[in-house]
């Protein structure tokens, strides 16, 4: 971040009639860079691919791709449709709405966010299951003893993984609606009021279609985290293309035909971004001005039942996403009390955070890098690559990892080899098997979130500040520095927290690259996990859920003065 | 006040992140120690580990690692820190053997103690315990006390049969075992036949089917033999317990050439820098005093012939293993996983 002030070319202040077309060979060298090395691991996955004979597709096509590529689809368009609904109407009452405990639950439908999916689907599986605390009350209530003698519905189904999917992704949107639902079309909405507009017309004719753009970038974040899912559709049984990716890589011993599975979900991802990209392309919403960025909306009190049932319908999702993982693993940590004292422990969530920090910090400065250099040159060809340097997200974060982990160590071991052959000592493995390879595979997976964020912000701004303090002068990375740098903090701290969050939740990536004795708060659940005990890991379970709640909680106060100001 | 807060935590966390950086790396590499890259849960193995370094004076580091330990340690290739790979799954121990990661080991006291059929005939792997894939039956609702896996596939169990997805690793070795028992066309009919007896669609672990008798949902599961042993002794969960007492289990094909057993094993990494250290490991691992420690902590058959199981697994009764090698099955691993796509398994009976 510190980059832009410190590198400002000496000349560009001084030339004030070129400061639009100057050149920024640094920024843009090091936005090079970073792009570069975020689309390493996509780039090995894609000449393993390559590598690959295809042998596995004949056999892919016939019995596994058709069925799993419909699964994915249905999967995806539920949670789309879930968070879309759940999001957006959440945000709406919040902004639109006065009723009890609206502030709470301004920043308690954050909450869901802090509970990994592979947890949460465990949480519900438990929750819903025969002997679990639902059916037990249907069957007292009702008399029922066995299953055959009623009906209920079966949480181990697509429709079943979709409900946790949305559970615990729907924020994503419920954050990026709530924000343009504050900020922009303020004055719109007031004009169609005052055109004599009921207040559902102006939200379905007006915001909504203002909204579109953030709602679609949040929705766009669910579904590459719903598409790279393994835990949660593995453990409910769902047959996703994620899962063709493990059982052709593993048990098939095809790392190729994964491969090629994979890039054939990327090309999903990619169409899909593409079309909603399209779709809008027409409209365009141009920012307010600067003068109503701290305009509040009035809100519209609800009183008595109508209240208590905006109350009710605000807390349904954060009970459902947060309450039932909360009361699942709650349960078990209280009877191994004993764990809170494990020095593991400990360890383990001081690993977390120092990992999820440093990682918050790389994918921020990478992302506020990208943004700029591709503002800079307004190129198109900067900004597709700074979207898809983004789409590793997309990827099973295992298999981005894997590709991380090939070139890395083949870069290692060929500086290991020049040194052997010209200074005559060994260097190792530098990077390959260290906390920096954790952090660097943690940051590249989650820049889409930090772009999203960022980007989001920028989107906000009026072009005309910078334009403003560059016609005054200012040199573009000047300008950035001083001028967009510090309106842009709500959306920096947001994009540090997202990532933040996602980084305690990781495990596919920390697992496979982690170090001897680095041990997360998320390992230590899954070496519980993966021999069937994930009560075991309960308390370290809750230990994610605190981590990631804390700076949500944290960051909800500053952001809603922010705001609501 | 922004920046400086944001500067001075990233200075903290890069200072963090580098210092923990070097500790690992240098325990990793210092003398006297054997580093392992284990698919065994760290506190599965820390009480042979523990004793191991009581006796040879020798520490040891564990990196656990599941899916893509191999590729790990193929990437990294000459510069590899790790020494033994413990793993279990013999489609894994396979699997090691064809990356080239591994190098084969011609040790007296390993081929003393473990089993011909139980090791790779070229040394690239060892198994140091066994495991039936049995099944759980209803003690209430299931009447006979013996089974064979054919019989699984016989219509009377029709919407009894729990059992986890058909692509895990216990799953694809029961069903590669049947291919290599049966040929692949006979293998097929039956997997279909099972498929059909299904109670619901394959989800979840192996104590899932267990539990799913418990409830009623089945009458039949299929599962390794010491998660009985596991339910029947946790004092943390006790209603685990209760789905333990549910049921029974039964030895497939004890009758006749004896019921599956899979197998977790050992391999010496071929680039292993701590080889000397390494290979007392795995003697040690071979031994009686640590074929005793799995038996009695983990609920697992030991190969070494002689060492007693624990009393829990000796109530569920005698296991006669079948004898076919366990490098025959692994051969039809692939095989195996491509008929459950076909079959269509994990979609479940009604599909």
């Known amino acids: 971040m510190s980059s832009f002030t410190l590198r400002q070319p000496a000349s560009a202040a001084m030339k004030p009639g070129r400061t639009r077309r100057q050149r920024h ?16 691991p996509i780039i090995t996955i894609f000449i393993v691919a390559l590598s690959g004979s295809g042998a596995d597709w004949p056999h892919l096509a016939r019995y596994v791709l058709p069925r799993s590529a419909v699964t994915t689809f249905i999967l995806l368009a539920q949670v789309a449709f879930g968070t879309g609904i759940v999001g957006v109407g959440c945000a709406w009452l919040i902004v639109a709405y006065d009723f009890p405990l609206r502030r709470t639950l301004s920043w308690a439908l954050v909450l869901p966010l802090a509970v990994p999916p592979y947890l949460a689907a465990y949480a519900f599986a438990e929750f819903f299951d025969f002997v679990g605390p639902v059916q037990g009350a249907v069957r007292t ?6 299953p055959s003698d009623y009906w209920f519905p079966d949480i181990r189904t697509t429709t079943g993984a979709a409900i946790v999917m949305t559970s615990v992704t729907f924020p994503y949107v419920y954050l990026t609606a709530r924000v343009v639902f504050l900020m922009q079309g303020r004055n719109i909405a007031d004009v169609a009021r005052t055109l004599g507009a009921a207040p559902a017309r102006v939200f379905w004719r007006v915001l909504l279609p203002v909204a579109r753009p953030a709602i679609a970038a949040g929705v766009a974040l669910v579904l590459m985290e ?5 835990g949660a559709v593995e453990h409910l049984g769902v047959r996703t293309l994620t899962l063709a990716v493990f059982s052709t890589w593993l048990n098939r011993g095809s790392l190729e035909g994964a491969a090629q599975i994979a890039l054939v979900m990327l090309v999903i991802v990619i169409f899909l971004l593409m079309a909603e990209h399209l779709a809008r392309r027409r409209q365009r919403f141009h920012a307010a001005r600067s003068t109503q960025i701290k305009a509040r909306p009035p809100r519209k009190p609800l009183l008595g039942l109508r209240g208590i049932a905006a109350t009710m319908l605000g807390l349904l999702p954060v009970l459902s996403g947060f309450g039932i993982p909360l009361a699942i693993f709650g349960r078990y940590a209280l009877n191994r009390p004993h764990q809170l004292a494990d020095p593991h422990l400990a360890e383990a969530l001081i690993t977390s955070l120092a990992t999820a920090l440093a990682t918050a910090l790389v994918a921020v400065c990478a992302a506020l890098l990208l943004l700029y250099a591709a503002s800079l040159t307004r190129s198109r060809g900067m900004a597709v690559l700074t979207r898809f340097a983004a789409i590793g997200y997309a990827l099973p974060g295992t298999i981005l990892a894997l590709g991380l982990l090939i070139s890395l160590a083949r870069f290692d071991n060929f500086i290991d080899g020049l040194a052997r052959e010209y200074a005559g000592f060994s260097t190792g493995l530098l990077f390959t098997g260290s906390a920096v390879a954790v952090v660097l595979a943690c940051a590249i997976r989650f820049l889409a979130l930090a772009e999203g964020a960022v980007q989001a912000g920028l989107a906000k701004l009026p072009p005309n500040l910078d334009e403003a303090a560059r016609s005054l002068g200012r040199s573009a990375p000047a300008s950035a520095a001083t001028v967009l740098l510090p309106l842009l903090k709500p959306a920096i701290l947001t994009a540090g927290i997202l990532v933040f969050v996602d980084t305690v939740k990781e495990l596919s990536a920390t697992i496979l690259l982690r170090p001897f004795g680095f041990n997360t708060l998320a390992t230590y659940v899954y070496e519980n996990a993966s021999r069937g005990a994930v009560e075991d890991g309960a308390m370290a379970a809750l230990a994610i859920i605190v981590t990631a709640i804390m700076p949500v909680i944290l960051l909800s106060g500053s952001l809603t003065r922010d705001r609501e100001a | 006040m922004f920046h400086n807060a944001f500067r001075s935590k990233s200075a903290l966390a890069v200072l963090a992140l580098a210092g923990s950086a070097f500790s690992f790396s240098s325990t990793a590499y210092a003398d006297d120690v054997v580093n392992i890259y284990s698919q065994r849960q760290p506190f599965l193995i820390e009480p042979l580990l523990d004793a191991f370094t009581e006796e040879t004076g020798i520490e040891t580091e564990v990196l656990f690692l599941n899916q893509g330990l191999e590729d790990r340690i193929e990437a990294e290739g000459v510069n590899s820190p790790a020494d033994v790979i413990l793993t279990v799954d013999v489609g894994r121990l396979v699997n090691v053997k064809e990356k080239g990661v591994t190098q084969p080991v011609e040790d007296e006291t390993l081929n003393e103690n473990i089993p011909a059929e139980f090791r790779d005939p070229e040394g690239h792997w060892f198994g140091l315990t066994t495991r039936g894939r049995v099944v759980y039956a209803s003690k209430e609702r299931v009447e006979q006390d013996t089974i064979t896996y054919e019989e699984l596939a016989d219509p ?5 049969i729990c059992v986890r997805s058909g692509q895990h690793m216990y799953n694809i070795a029961l069903i590669a075992s049947m291919i290599a028992h049966h040929g692949e066309d006979e293998a097929e009919e039956w997997l279909e036949g099972v498929k059909a007896n299904l109670a619901r669609k394959p989800n979840g672990g192996d104590r899932d089917q267990a539990q799913g008798i418990y409830a009623g949902e089945c009458d039949i599961g299929i ?3 010491y998660y009985v042993g596991k339910m029947m002794t946790n004092e943390e969960e006790p209603e685990q317990k209760e789905w333990a007492d549910a049921i029974k289990v039964l030895f ?26 390494a290979l007392k490991l795995m003697q040690f ?10 038996a009695e902590h983990n609920y697992e058959y030991p190969v070494l012939p002689g060492v007693e ?40 009976p009604e599909s």
């Open chain 1, 25 to 40: 060979p640094l920024s843009l060298f090091l936005a090079a860079i970073v792009a570069s090395v975020v689309l390493l």
């Open chain 1, 141 to 146: 209530l009702f008399g029922f003893e066995r």
């Open chain 1, 226 to 230: 719903t598409i790279n899912d393994f």
């Open chain 2, 156 to 160: 009377k169990w029709k919407g009894k």
């Open chain 2, 223 to 225: 599962g390794n033999t």
């Open chain 2, 252 to 277: 497939p094909n004890t009758d006749g050439r004896g019921t599956h057993v899979n197998i977790s094993g050992m391999a010496l990494a071929k680039n292993a820098p701590n080889q000397e250290n």
């Open chain 2, 285 to 294: 691992l071979s031994s009686g005093e640590a074929q005793a420690i799995y």
């Open chain 2, 309 to 348: 199981v624990s009393e829990t697994v000796k109530s569920f009764g005698e296991i006669k293993p079948d004898s076919l090698p366990l490098a025959e099955i692994a051969k039809n691993r692939a095989a195996a996983s491509e008929m459950v796509d076909r079959v269509g398994f994990d979609d479940g």
